[in-house]
């Protein structure tokens, strides 16, 4: 998880409430059904002595939000009366947590925040295309209609049928040169690391040759969807989820290799357990900290939210008169936004001690 978005956090103070939810509405009586998961969110607030105005805060928020269409989760951070995030998922959690702490609880966004990264998705033809930034906030859909007339090549021959094919792939060249135009800036607006092509084939492939050198190297196409009316999205909502599946995949793969090619080794760029894990983090030498299944363990911590240790001493070492005891799945993980480094929730994959591990940024 890219933690760059959530560092503003790390300047709020507690005590934060943290509620991570199913968001989905895909059946008949799904308003019914988060109204009951809002009444059990209230009332696990109202039972850890969550303030009044912050219950408030996540029960406004939701309530006030359009509903998503199909499977979804929700993540919202609140704290003092005051929404400070609120993030829709791809999928809903497991199970639905909520918790009121000291510090935000950021496992649950950690993991399906990886399900949707910012990207655009551009579904294109001859004549224009539409361009949807899938980024914070929800998508934002643009749409770009170029010159109708004439694109489309025609039968016949002679000079005269000559002309009408090099007007109309002129007219198509320029056409796709304003979209790649605005690709380019939607990119640019969203911070996307992936453009997703899809529709019409050979608009598609030369809308790619089209892109930007930038934008060409994050670009992939997908053999689905249609500018047409009446067009089923369903193909082409199952390629991008099978394309972006696999790309968090081999993203956690990589990661998983990274780790067990750096640790066992002197000098290696991978620790793992809580020991090795906060102390590189006092040293914000961390650059992505891997997370596996910590359980209740507890560390301390001081008034920065980077101050993290095992024990009272190595923080009293640093100034900090008197440590608090506070939960690893929240300290560590806050620790890591507020030292720049990034979140990956890994499985099986990798045997992390204690549930935690880290890939450095030097030995």
Do not use: C
């Not at 996540?58 to 499977?71: D, W």
């Not at 090099?166 to 790649?180: I, K, Q, Y």
């Not at 047409?228 to 793969?253: F, I, K, N, P, Y």
């Amino acid at each position: 998880m890219d933690t760059a978005t959530l560092r503003d956090l790390t300047a709020d103070d507690g005590p934060f409430a943290s509620v991570h939810f199913d968001f989905s509405h895909d059946t008949e009586d799904a308003a019914k059904q988060l109204e009951l998961r809002l009444k059990e969110i209230e009332a696990s607030l109202s039972d850890q002595r969550a303030d009044p105005a912050t219950i408030e805060a996540v029960l406004r928020a939701v309530r006030a939000s359009e509903p998503p269409v199909g499977k979804a989760g929700r993540s919202i951070i609140a704290a003092h009366g005051s929404v400070l995030l609120d993030r829709r998922l791809a999928a809903p959690p497991p199970s639905q947590v909520v918790r009121f702490s000291a510090l935000p609880y950021l496992l649950p966004l950690a993991t399906h925040a990886e399900e949707n990264p910012k990207y655009v998705l551009v579904v294109v033809d001859r004549v224009g295309a539409e361009i949807t930034e899938y980024a914070d906030g929800g998508p934002r859909t643009e749409t770009v209609e170029g010159e109708n007339h004439p694109v489309h090549k025609v039968r016949g021959g002679g000079t005269a049928h000559h002309n009408l094919q090099n007007s109309a792939e002129e007219t198509a060249r320029r056409n796709l040169v304003d979209v790649a135009d605005h690709v380019a800036k939607a990119v640019e607006r969203s911070g996307a690391h992936l453009v997703v092509l899809a529709g019409e084939k050979q608009a598609r492939t030369a809308l790619h040759e089209t892109l930007p050198e930038a934008v060409r190297r994050i670009a992939t196409e997908v053999d689905a969807g249609s500018r047409a009316d009446g067009s089923s999205r369903e193909g082409l909502d199952r390629q991008v989820h099978e394309l972006l599946t696999g790309r968090r995949l081999a993203a956690l793969d990589d990661l998983a290799e990274r780790f067990r090619a750096g640790s066992g080794r002197e000098g290696g760029l991978a620790v793992t357990g809580l020991e090795a894990v906060t102390s590189a983090l006092a040293e914000a030498n961390v650059e992505t900290l891997l997370v596996g299944s910590p359980g209740d363990t507890t560390v301390f911590g001081g008034p920065d939210p980077a101050q993290v240790a095992v024990g009272k001493a190595g923080l009293q070492a640093l100034g900090v008169a008197e440590p608090e005891q506070r939960r690893a799945d929240e300290a560590i993980p806050f620790a890591a936004v507020a030292t720049g480094a990034q979140v990956a929730v890994l499985d099986e994959r990798v045997d992390l001690w204690e549930g935690f591990g880290a890939i450095l940024r030097h030995s």
